[in-house]
């Protein structure tokens, strides 16, 4: 089947704004994960979903990150006021269940002007 | 969560036998270990889990000594697409789940 996908794959925004990225999981997945990357770092830890709910938090960075997976299925993460530091590529994966092998999206480039 | 440490970089040879090693002094009982490789542009791609001696699939093996305070990630003949980020991670399959990647070994191959 169909891999866990993201959209969009590049956005560029302006300092300030606000913006969204999506996650498709792999269907029948129930836990799903954002990470953050800066180029030449492993991927960091951001949030965990287990089905609807966020089971642990505890890596988004500050209130102007906030993310959602409202029917368990696709997520949103969602970034207020954006600054320039947030430029980064952010990883979206998801497993069969938690603590399961994870499999990860191509991820989305965000850029910061 | 257990701390991983690896080496930063590695060069090799095509046809050769790699061997990255991963240090995880502070494993739990509950922990185990996984390998994953990344390519430029993508997302990490899981490689090999095990938890304690060895474990053999089709692109790898992954040796783990008895005290498991370290790990042995093998890759035997490796080729030019081998080279990539192979990053080391250390965590339970239980319970919540929080990955931590450190900044894995890059692994270069040379004709």
């Known amino acids: 089947g169909a891999g866990v996908s993201q959209t969009p794959s590049n956005k560029v925004t302006e300092k300030g704004k606000y913006v969204e990225l999506r996650c498709d999981p792999i269907s029948g997945h129930t836990a799903l994960y954002w990470y953050r990357q800066s180029l030449g770092q492993g991927p960091e830890f951001l949030i965990y979903?287990?089905?609807?709910?966020?089971?642990?938090d505890s890596g988004l960075p500050n209130d102007r990150f906030f993310a959602v997976r409202p029917e368990g299925s696709v997520s949103t993460l969602k970034i207020q006021r954006t600054e320039r530091g947030d430029s980064a590529v952010y990883l979206c994966a998801s497993s069969r269940d938690r603590g399961e092998t994870q499999y990860f999206g191509p991820g989305t480039r965000l850029l910061v002007l | 969560l257990a701390k991983t440490t690896q080496p930063i970089s590695m060069d090799s040879y095509e046809g050769q036998e790699v061997n990255i090693t991963c240090s995880h002094n502070n494993i739990a009982t509950n922990d185990y270990i996984t390998w994953y490789q990344q390519f430029p542009s993508q997302g990490p791609r899981f490689i090999i889990q095990g938890y304690k001696t060895k474990v053999t699939n089709e692109v790898a093996s992954l040796f783990i000594p008895a005290d498991r305070k370290s790990s042995t990630l093998s890759l035997p003949r490796v080729s030019l697409s081998d080279t990539a980020v192979y990053y080391c991670l250390v965590g339970a399959l239980t319970g919540g789940f929080k990955t931590i990647f450190g900044a894995g070994t890059r692994l270069f191959v040379k004709a």
């Open positions: 979903f287990q089905g609807t709910g966020a089971a642990d």
